[in-house]
């Protein structure tokens, strides 16, 4: 299983963030949200006897979330719903994205798919992954015939 470092972008400069502000502000029809969307961000882990996959998704109510492995490969997905308010007025700035979500990892030859386990608490799911049985070679016997001599 490959692992990808993050690495932060650069700190924008406050004219980006101006722009970034002002275009979020006005990026919206008829008071709703702008479409963006929602990737959670995830962490993988390599232990000696197994892979921790730990993903942030904050808002989601457990039923909302599916873990499966089809063909080698780890899926996790989920839906956060948006939520309406009936208060009076407009809105303003909304940065919360709701919606679906899909992410996929391939997973090592030989992960025996029903070893995985999955939790989830307090906004944070983790996915167990146990490692495969590495092969070991087996030496075999070879056994050798004599022949036995002729009798006379």
């Known amino acids: 299983m490959s692992v990808i470092r993050w690495a932060p972008a650069p700190a924008p400069s406050i004219q980006s963030e101006f722009g970034r502000l002002f275009g979020t502000f006005f990026d919206s029809q008829a008071g709703r949200p702008a479409t963006r969307r ?5 962490d993988l882990v390599e232990r000696d006897d197994e892979f921790v996959l730990t993903a942030d998704v904050p808002g989601l ?22 939520e309406e ?21 391939r997973l090592p030859d030989g992960v025996d798919p029903e070893q995985v386990t999955a939790a989830y608490r ?12 590495q092969p070991v070679a087996h030496r075999v016997t070879v056994e050798v015939a004599h022949e036995e001599p002729a009798a006379a």
């Open 122 to 133: 307090d906004g944070v799911l983790e996915v167990h992954v146990p490692k495969p049985e």
């Open 38 to 42: 929602w990737l959670p961000a995830i």
């Open 85 to 105: 308010s009936s208060e009076s007025g407009s809105y303003r700035r909304i940065e919360r994205v709701s919606g679906s979500f899909r992410r996929s990892l």
């Open 61 to 82: 109510d457990g039923d909302a979330l599916a873990v499966e492995v089809d063909d080698g490969v780890l899926t996790i997905a989920g839906e956060r719903s948006s």
